[in-house]
């Protein structure tokens, strides 16, 4: 089913993306007013300044071809030297990689629940394409599609936090040092430590903001399966399997919703990159750490080493996400070979 | 074009209103969305900028009532005040504009990008369209907010960033549909006896393949801009303090995530600015579905259209 | 028919449910706190310990002791300790790594060790350590430009004269203890850190990655535990700490987090939720409610002020009328109240009040006839000026609004450009280059290094083209404020006196006015804290010496 060609075709196409960012930002900054090689030293001062300023040059090659110093940039991003950032000054590799791991914790307890929420429901809209039932999940629907999230969140944190609700951070203080940080996840790691009561705390804290994450693709699968589930079933398998007297509740879960997986698992692919401004902004509200607050707090100090290493691997993390709804798609249909 | 088919078509755009309800509740919503923005562009009811305290005095002998912070809504402000003294009713209405028109230039700028992409990927000579394709990858996996970040950092501050960062997010998916119809239509027998019977390239791309592509995109591209708006506003909501230039401009995003610090207390600052953009991107994608369902043969047939 | 109902009954069945447990657990979750030690006890560190959260708005620069020149201080206050403290409040030292210091002449100081002091690493202090560090932070400033080394600038070197003392051999007269007191660029670490980079070379840049990765050799109160400069540091108590004898507090926290929070909102919410015991950055016009809540706020007078300076430079700010018309026309009395919302006090000069060379009445008053007059008599109106200010800073935005509509009466338009830090300094520099680009009005929010008024003066200083953002030159300034430096360490008075002339000069010439010395409150529970009097020192900003805090729980 996975034919080596296919692997091959994926790796490569991921490398070029990624080649592809770095050739791009790198052009970007080359050009833009400011001196990278001020920054990198520091923004020194004082008698010996210039001089830290040529040394920072040459270390950093901005004195060779760009040609070449897109070449040095390349090399060194595979080599695993994405640089220093300039705010925290720390290997950019591990502040992004602590900080999506928070973020990925959240996209990813969103997305449990928006999946199979948003297919039960969107089934039945399906279903019942024209009682309220439908009437009720589309106008649903819309509505959370249209609200911006960020403004549901300020709304429910408000709400919640009125009902004694613990929100703020993605885990209580006294808890911090009781767990060792094995993934950097904290419900991972209060399950390998199997540790329950710092699990629960951990999800009542992931809860309400996973859940206004969630809206979005939830409804957008709604919509979908509205919309193309209730053509299925006027196809004449649908039909057919109906009149041999299955139940119709089966007919739609076994058969009907099975030709529609390749659709979800591509919608989820798409919206799992869109969802990464909805989570960027909801952890603002809630006070938790990863890539919302970390953008924010980079932006006003022009980080850009730590900002464009985070559009390389937030790409590269896309690329996967697209591999697996790819998979998807071809295992549940037959048809798609690649 | 003839007045016959001017007329159809208004007569087409009138059985709208009368197929789809959510067309025409959509379409309400944009009109008054129109209209309050146009407003907003020429005159609003107070001026814009904080006042402090001294200008109380001028503003007493002009006969306007008094700005003071955190007011209430009431008569004079219908939607209260904010913490500089700042009508926030004028202020929306200014946003309405800078919302609409970024909203409209992304969405357009993005399809007219994405068309060109998707037919030099999918109708074209084999170098572009490779390029093009992976062009079109590259695009598509760069996530809008780190890209603005990015631009923010890079080119510096203002609305261009985000508009850039959105045009250039947004455009890989036209072109990815663009790619897939026109690879569709390239199978079709009258593109095909268009080849055959010699025309250029160019000719079969304005004559046929645009005129059957670009309607499919536009309706996307309505029930899109609805998303649009909400990124938009996303991103200016996260990071709008730091990446527009200036503090006064009344997005609505900004104003909202300005006014989230004060949410216990004077909970009108981020609420109605948040409703706006609610309500436009509501209507947008009311207007969307509407036209989709009303355009879909399929759905017409077998489905009465309910709300 | 009854399938219809089922979904919308699952429906609401799952919103219930997660709603219901989001709304019992928190209640169970409180209890374990105290009963959760006997289960969790092979864990190196236990829940039972005192735990406090502190709220910081800003990301944590950097770490290294010696380079450090920002934020870190919040960190490093903590973790490491200069040879002694200053109070400006009372104006007296307090003796910490050095118990006793004497002058041995104009240029000899002598500074005589405290025994038994242990670093983190359960290395010894030693004269060596005390060379090593502040020979470090100075040589890294004349070799590669950054950090805060030049307080160093009149030290010659540093002589072990035995395992307790050490002689500071000067260039010139300079207050020694003042700036061994500084709050950067003065900590004592220990030598071993050369041993754990592999390295003897003392301006290795791998020391100071090994520091930035999260580590530390200090001799303060608390250690490293964790280190995330963009959300959270862990401090964990040092139990050998030389000073928990002396400050006698039991209660003292076992474990310190440092937040980092930006969003005022988000620090709101965890203070109410209980996840964050001292806030920060809560709005000012929330501070009212927060006191109904329950919620005491401790106000620290600092000297963080924001100076308003004018570009000389360019047309029309070079006209020294203009200025002072523009000085005239701001409506001072509701600066405090308005800009700064009650927290604030009014500033005269340039120097805070409660520092060194601090200066009474060099005021303008709020005239706005004379305002008029002047510009009527000058034919100036109808003129744009600009203003940049840094972003995200309450007190100035709102300040920027005030005198956009005060100088709108003037028919002086303002355009307020609000920057992020960074590149309000680059427009600010831009004045020495092209004054025409530079801004007429930026806002330079400024806290002392070390208590001197030469610090907030050399900033009109005209070699000073970093942070001189005035483009001010005069040489009898100049000269004043340089002797007056030169003069500190021999007559302090005399050097006093010089710095209030030169003080003079600038109220005189209507350069550069501080708006506010703005005052910081820190909001937390007094039913879980209890701040002392010493938990709070101005030249440390955003400091909290917790040695001095109470956990009650």
């Known amino acids: ?338 | 074009m003839n007045s016959r088919i001017v007329e159809g078509r208004l007569t087409a755009f009138l059985n709208l209103f009368k197929i789809s309800r959510k067309f025409s509740i959509g379409f309400t919503i944009m009109v008054i969305m129109a209209i309050l923005s146009i407003i907003g562009f020429f005159n609003t009811p107070y001026h814009l900028e904080g006042w402090g305290i001294v200008t109380e005095e001028t503003m007493k002998r002009q006969g306007l009532p008094p700005c003071l912070p955190f007011n209430c809504p009431n008569i004079n402000h219908v939607f209260g005040t904010d913490d500089m003294g700042r009508d926030l009713f004028s202020r929306i209405l200014v946003g309405a504009h800078l919302a609409l028109i970024q909203t409209v230039a992304i969405v357009f700028i993005s399809i007219a990008l994405g068309i060109i992409m998707g037919i030099a990927a999918g109708y074209s000579n084999m170098v572009i369209e490779k390029i093009s394709t992976y062009l079109i990858e590259l695009l598509i996996v760069i996530p809008s907010m780190v890209l603005a970040a990015a631009l923010v950092t890079i080119i510096g501050r203002g609305i261009q960033s985000v508009v850039i960062a959105l045009i250039a997010t947004w455009s890989p998916w036209y072109a990815r549909l663009t790619y897939i119809l026109v690879r569709q239509l390239r199978e079709l027998d009258f593109i095909k006896i268009c080849e055959a019977m010699g025309f250029t390239k160019t000719y079969t791309i304005f004559r046929h393949i645009i005129p059957n592509v670009a309607p499919i995109i536009f309706v996307e591209g309505i029930t899109d801009s609805g998303s649009v708006l909400i990124e938009i506003a996303s991103i200016n909501f996260l990071i709008g303090v730091a990446s527009l230039t200036s503090i006064d401009l009344p997005d609505w995003g900004m104003i909202v995530g300005y006014g989230i610090r004060y949410i216990r207390t004077f909970w009108w600052i981020s609420f109605f600015p948040g409703l706006f953009i609610a309500l436009t991107a509501l209507g947008l994608i009311l207007l969307g579905d509407g036209l989709t369902e009303a355009l879909s043969p399929w759905l017409r047939r077998r489905w009465r259209l309910w709300f | 028919m009854k399938l219809k109902y089922i979904p919308l009954i699952l429906v609401v069945i799952i919103i219930v449910a997660i709603m219901g447990v989001l709304y019992t657990i928190p209640k169970r979750e409180v209890a374990p706190t105290i009963t959760l030690p006997t289960e969790t006890k092979p864990t190196p560190i236990q829940p039972s310990r005192k735990v406090i959260v502190y709220a910081y708005r800003d990301a944590i620069t950097g770490i290294d002791p010696s380079i450090e020149f920002d934020t870190g201080i919040v960190v490093l206050g903590n973790v490491y300790e200069p040879l002694l403290y200053y109070d400006p409040i009372k104006d007296e030292f307090k003796p910490a790594l050095a118990i006793s210091w004497s002058k041995v002449n104009e240029t000899a100081w002598v500074f005589n060790l405290r025994r038994g002091v242990v670093f983190h690493d359960g290395t010894l202090l030693t004269g060596e350590s005390v060379r090593f560090s502040i020979m470090r932070s100075k040589l890294i400033y004349e070799e590669k430009g950054i950090g805060p080394g030049w307080i160093w600038d009149s030290l010659e070197d540093i002589y072990v004269i035995n395992e307790t003392a050490v002689l500071f051999k000067l260039r010139y007269p300079a207050p020694i203890p003042l700036i061994a007191s500084s709050a950067y660029g003065a900590f004592i670490y220990s030598t071993s850190v050369l041993n754990y980079v592999n390295t003897t070379d003392i301006m290795d840049e791998k020391i100071r990655l090994w520091f930035e990765s999260g580590r530390d050799v200090g001799s303060g109160p608390y250690k490293i535990v964790s280190y995330k400069p963009e959300s959270e540091v862990i401090l964990e108590k040092f139990e050998e700490w030389w000073g928990w004898d002396i400050v006698n507090n039991t209660r003292a926290p076992d474990i310190v987090i440092i937040k980092i929070v930006e969003e005022p909102a988000a620090q709101e919410l965890g203070l109410l939720d209980g996840s964050i015991h001292i806030a920060t950055n809560v709005v000012k016009a929330n501070i009212p409610r927060m006191y109904k809540h329950g919620y005491d706020v401790v106000n620290q007078t600092t000297f963080h002020n924001y100076i308003l300076m004018f570009n000389v430079r360019r047309w029309p700010t070079n006209i020294t009328e203009v200025r002072k018309a523009i000085l005239y026309a701001i409506p001072w009395d509701s600066v405090v109240d308005f800009a700064f919302q009650g927290f604030g006090r009014s500033a005269s000069g340039i120097i805070p009040f409660g520092y060194p060379g601090y200066v009474e009445n060099l005021k303008y008053e709020y005239n706005i006839t004379k305002a008029r007059e002047i510009l009527k008599g000058l034919n100036i109106s109808n003129i744009k000026l600009e203003l940049v200010i840094v972003s995200g800073y309450e007190e100035e935005e709102r300040f920027a609004s005030l005198l956009k509509s005060s100088l709108k009466q003037l028919d002086i338009d303002v355009d307020i450009i609000a920057l992020p830090w960074e590149q309000v300094k680059e427009r600010g520099v831009a004045v020495w280059r092209e004054a025409d680009k530079a801004p007429h009005m930026i806002i330079n929010d400024w806290w002392p290094t070390y208590p001197t008024p030469y610090d907030y003066l050399y900033i009109l200083h005209s070699n000073d083209i970093e942070w001189n953002w005035s483009g001010y030159e005069n040489p009898e300034y100049d000269e004043l404020i340089d002797n007056a430096f030169q003069l500190e360490g021999i007559d302090y008075e005399q050097s006093i006196e010089m710095y209030r002339r030169a003080q003079e000069i600038i109220f005189r010439d209507a350069v550069a006015i501080s708006i506010c010395d703005s005052i910081q409150p820190y909001i937390y529970d007094p039913e879980k804290i209890v701040f002392r009097n010493d938990a709070l020192n101005p030249i440390y900003m955003f400091v909290i010496f917790f040695q001095y805090i109470e956990v009650i729980s």
């Not at chain 1, 808890?175 to 790691?189: A, H, R």
């Not at chain 1, 109906?242 to 509740?249: K, W």
């Not at chain 1, 985070?310 to 697996?324: E, H, K, P, R, S």
Request: charged share 15%; no cysteine; glycine share 6%.
């Open chain 1, 1 to 338: 089913m996975f034919s080596l060609n296919y692997i091959i075709k994926r790796v490569v196409s991921a490398f070029i993306v990624v080649l592809g960012i770095l050739v791009l930002t790198y052009i970007l900054i080359y050009f833009s007013p400011g001196n990278p090689a001020y920054t990198w030293a520091g923004r020194p001062r004082g008698p010996r300044a210039e001089e830290a300023i040529k040394a920072a040059e040459s270390e950093l090659g901005l004195d060779k071809p760009l040609y070449l110093q897109i070449y040095i940039h390349i090399n060194r991003f595979f080599k695993g030297d994405w640089g220093i950032s300039l705010r925290f000054k720390q290997p950019v590799i591990s502040v992004i990689t602590r900080n999506l791991v928070a973020s990925l914790e959240l996209l990813i307890v969103a997305f449990f629940i928006a999946i199979p929420l948003g297919i039960f429901l969107g089934v039945m809209s399906a279903l019942y394409r024209g009682y309220l039932v439908d009437k009720v999940l589309y106008t649903i629907s819309a509505l959370f599609i249209s609200f911006p999230r960020f403004w549901i969140a300020i709304l429910l944190s408000v709400f919640l936090q009125m009902l004694g609700v613990n929100l703020f951070g993605r885990i209580a203080p006294s808890y911090m040092l009781v767990i060792e940080s094995v993934s950097g996840s904290y419900i991972i790691d209060s399950i390998i430590s199997g540790k329950a009561e710092i699990f629960i705390d951990a999800l009542i804290r992931i809860l309400p903001p996973a859940i206004i994450v969630a809206l979005y693709p939830m409804s957008l699968t709604v919509r979908v399966l509205r919309y193309s589930l209730s053509e299925k079933l006027y196809e004449e398998y649908v039909k057919q399997a109906i009149s041999f007297g299955l139940p119709r509740s089966r007919v739609v879960y076994r058969y009907a919703l099975r030709g529609m997986v390749p659709a979800i698992s591509q919608l989820h692919g798409i919206t799992f990159a869109y969802s990464i401004v909805d989570v960027a902004t909801v952890e603002n509200i809630f006070g938790r750490d990863g890539i919302g607050s970390t953008i924010v707090k980079a932006i006003p100090y022009n980080d850009y080493p730590l900002i464009i290493g985070l559009l390389a691997l937030t790409g590269i993390l896309f690329i996967v996400v697209n591999t697996i709804s790819d998979i998807i798609q071809i295992v549940s249909d037959p048809r798609v070979r690649i």
